[in-house]
């Protein structure tokens, strides 16, 4: 049962076009984060946010942002995408950053860049 | 950096058959190691996570963690169709951020 949800499920663009990625999680969880998975099914964070405070910034490009309004909402936007963009971009979220807290995701976003 | 290693990379056993998964890691000072269930075009899901040396069972699912040799494995009793998917190992790095770092994961497949 789904209670992260992700919009778009699937989006195709152009190299140089901006793209953003939504996320609401209805579990009232404090932490959320995205992660990519690649066509490898490797999953890497990229960030992640506690009460609307960013707490990881993972090396990735400056062209991707992530931007949170409240602590139910954690969105992705990326500048002028690269052809190396393309993946599922997945969002999660927590209560807590405790050790024994499960991670719920969502059902990703898949990108692609032609 | 903490690394993750999975074998095998793909499986396929009969139904009934016990599954069996392993994970080596790093770094010795990691915390709770995870189990994943990701069926495809879904999310991964969370099944089973461990701690402390030893082996917990929940279910069908057991799994044992030897934290001397950095090793983990799950074993999955009787297996079923439905647990055709991408198992996938993660070790939380500890720290404030509770950040996974994960394998990059075994392709079961469980035939009838």
């Known amino acids: 049962e789904t209670a992260v949800f992700q919009t778009p499920n699937y989006h195709v663009t152009q190299v140089g076009n901006e793209v953003s990625f939504n996320c609401k999680q209805t579990l009232g969880h404090d932490t959320m984060y995205w992660y990519k998975q690649d066509s490898k099914k490797l999953l890497k964070i990229m960030f992640s946010y506690n009460n609307k405070q960013l707490i990881v910034n993972e090396t990735v490009p400056r062209r991707f942002s992530p931007q949170s309004s409240d602590k139910a909402h954690l969105n992705l936007r990326i500048k002028s995408v690269e052809p190396e963009d393309s993946a599922v971009y997945l969002c999660?979220?927590?209560?807590?950053?405790?050790?024994?807290?499960?991670?719920?995701f969502g059902e990703g976003s898949r990108l692609i860049v032609v | 950096q903490e690394k993750v290693q999975q074998s095998p990379e793909s499986l396929i056993v009969p139904e009934g058959a016990m599954v069996s998964l392993n994970c080596s890691f790093s770094d010795s000072a990691s915390q709770s190691i995870w189990w994943y269930q990701q069926h495809p075009g879904k999310g991964p899901k969370a099944l089973i996570?461990?701690?402390?040396?030893g082996n917990k069972k929940e279910g069908r699912l057991t799994v044992y963690l030897n934290r001397a040799s950095l090793h983990v494995s799950l074993h999955i009793k009787d297996s079923q169709p439905s647990d055709s998917a991408v198992y996938l190992c993660?070790?939380?790095?500890?720290?404030?951020?509770?950040?996974?770092?994960f394998g990059e994961g075994t392709q079961v497949t469980v035939i009838s």
């Open positions: 999660a979220s927590r209560p807590g950053t405790g050790d024994g807290n499960t991670l719920y």
């Open positions: 993660a070790v939380n790095t500890g720290g404030l951020s509770g950040k996974l770092t």
């Open positions: 996570s461990i701690f402390s040396n």
